[in-house]
Structures are given as structure tokens and as C-alpha cells.
């Protein structure tokens, strides 16, 4: 299996590694990664955030949340009695 990240090989990682620690230099590398790190954390939080405004204001208006629960377990039933009716057909072939 090949191991990739962003359809990035490993020799690509390691020019990319070079490249940045030509232009930034070895010691401001773990600063850029914690900016990142912050960076990415504010926003995960401010989604968070965001599903639970939704969340909230959709109770108070007496919206049904759990209508795409029932609307994906009935798409997962019709899968699952799709794949019994086909399941012979596929081993046949």
C-alpha cells in the first residue's frame, strides 16, 4: 500500500520540508506548526459553534432535527435490501 498524504509521495514531502526549512529556518518551524495548530483549532471551535447556534434556534422553532436521521436510515434500509437482491447475482458472475 502506497502511503500518501494529499497525493503527496514521501520524496515530495521531504523537498517540501526542505524547501520550508530554507526559507524559514529550523528554529521558527515549531512556531509556524503551533500558529497552525491555533489556527485550525479556531476553526474547528468556530464550526462547533456554528452547528450548535443551529441546532438551538431549529429546537426553538419547533424544527424536526432528526428528519435527516430517519432520511438516512431509509436510504441505509433500501441499500441493504438492494445489496440482498443482488448479493447472488454478483457472486454468479
Known amino acids: 500500500m502506497n502511503?500518501?498524504?494529499?497525493?503527496?509521495s514521501g520524496p515530495e514531502?521531504?523537498?517540501v520540508?526542505?524547501?520550508v526549512v530554507m526559507l524559514f529556518g529550523a528554529d521558527k518551524i515549531p512556531e509556524i506548526a503551533?500558529?497552525?495548530g491555533k489556527g485550525m483549532r479556531q476553526v474547528k471551535d468556530a464550526t462547533n459553534?456554528?452547528?450548535r447556534e443551529i441546532n438551538e434556534s431549529s429546537e426553538k422553532i419547533g424544527v424536526d432535527t432528526d428528519?435527516?436521521?430517519n432520511i438516512n436510515k431509509e436510504i441505509t434500509d433500501?441499500?441493504?435490501s438492494i445489496d440482498?437482491?443482488?448479493g447472488p447475482i454478483k457472486r454468479n458472475m
Open 49 to 51: 459553534d456554528i452547528k
Open 78 to 80: 433500501v441499500k441493504d
Open 17 to 19: 520540508m526542505l524547501i
Open 84 to 86: 440482498d437482491i443482488t
Open 67 to 69: 428528519i435527516t436521521k
Open 3 to 8: 502511503s500518501t498524504l494529499l497525493f503527496i
Open 13 to 15: 514531502i521531504m523537498v
Open 34 to 36: 503551533r500558529g497552525l
